[in-house]
């Protein structure tokens, strides 16, 4: 086995609350009665509604097409009729139109099996394949990145011209505490994975593969190891420490690579590449059976739920149900989260439905979270020390909160990755993230 590698400023080791959620397989959720499909499911301009309310939708059928350059399509995750075209706010604040459909009675988990599946005697598709033939497939899927930011895959697997990818980055991390999706995923899924590293590869023309993974899921590890052994492939399975927040691209590359990605910039402009365990299995699904990106592993987690797990579910189910399917709350919660805690979004309506990038629920108790008031800050430096990205956090705050944009601006405040290692360490209890976003919010609006 490799050395065990890590980024090398700052970061943080939270409790990882993992096993929670990890001790038993995926299971499938039936699907939604009723399916709530976004529009805005990606980073970029929202997708186009392309049907009308009375259209009858195959599952599959594109229901949004994304016209801009960063968008992405939007699919059906079920046959069923078109009830409504509503405007919906997603947990992360972001207002949108939703398709709602009603699912027909008959739909079922074979009728999905049956309509995306890989036939035997196709071959090797991605030696058949063109990069770019395999672009557009993804493309056509919708993909994108279902580690956070969702991303446009097609998008990110275009290198630029005058641009060439070295290095193909596998993020396998999944630093955020309680999130356990992607580990599943890597336990059951791991050679299907390895066809969707196969495919990306060929799209982005990079000779090197390195799969990165923290050190507390040595299973997922040997797992990944032996599928690559198994096709006598070169890429290299790295372990990592376990570091917060390792899984952010930039960190990720200086652990794995030694290499940093200059201020403001893309992987790409340091040679790599980097995607997530969950978007390279949407991968492998739109290459080998036509499926589009119309489900996901969510972790449904935390000490207010019976019975955490992590369920496959159709983008659009409310999660109402999945937390129904988790044995529902055990006692009120007193904050439930769509993310991890770190970097996720807290939200109250429980019938906002899943989408592309919607990686976890927590639902946390009363005793989860610190009630500390908030006082003056004592120039500790702690939030210094722990910043992956080398900012003067405290120092920022206080620009911002005198309305000093611009001047926070000039001390890299775009840099900030919004991690929340300053939050989490800070004894004054200071609210630096939510201050570096509206920062950020008012410096965009001053541009």
Known sequence: MVKTRTFPKGGIHPHGRKTLS???????????????VPMSQHLGAPAAVCVAKGDSVEVGQK??????????????????????IITIVLPNSVRTQAVVIETEETFDESILENTFRRELNEGDLVAKLSSQDLIGIVKKAGVVGMGGAAFPSHVKFQ???GKKAEYLVINGVECEPYLTSDHRLMLEHADEIIDGIRAVQKMINAPQVIIGIEKNKMD???????????????????PLKVKYPQGDEKQLLKAVIKREVPS????????AVVSNVGSIFAVYEAVFSGKPLIDRVVTVTGDAVRRPGNFRTAVGTP????????????????????????????????????????????ALTDKNLDHSPQTACIFCGKCVAVC??????????????????DEAMKLNLMDCKECGCCAYTCPAKIPLVHGFKYGKKMARKKS
């Open 22 to 36: 990890n001790t038993a397989a995926v299971e499938r959720l039936p699907f939604p009665k009723t399916a709530v």
């Open 264 to 271: 403001g910039g893309l992987p790409i402009e340091i040679g």
């Open 319 to 362: 999660i109402r149900q999945l937390i129904e399917a988790a044995g529902g709350f055990k006692e009120s919660p007193a904050k439930i989260v769509a993310g991890g805690p770190m970097m996720g979004f807290s939200f109250f309506d429980l019938d906002s439905p899943v989408t592309k990038g919607t990686s976890g629920i927590l």
């Open 388 to 405: 992956p990205m080398g900012l003067q956090p405290t120092k920022l705050f206080r620009l911002i909160d005198n309305g000093n944009f």
């Open 159 to 161: 290198v630029p011209k």
């Open 220 to 238: 997922a590890v040997e797992k990944m190891e032996k599928a690559v052994a198994a096709r006598g492939l070169t890429y290299i399975v790295q």
């Open 63 to 84: 229901i949004g097409t994304g016209e801009s350059f960063i968008s992405a399509d939007i699919h059906a995750p079920v046959s069923g009729t078109v009830k409504d």
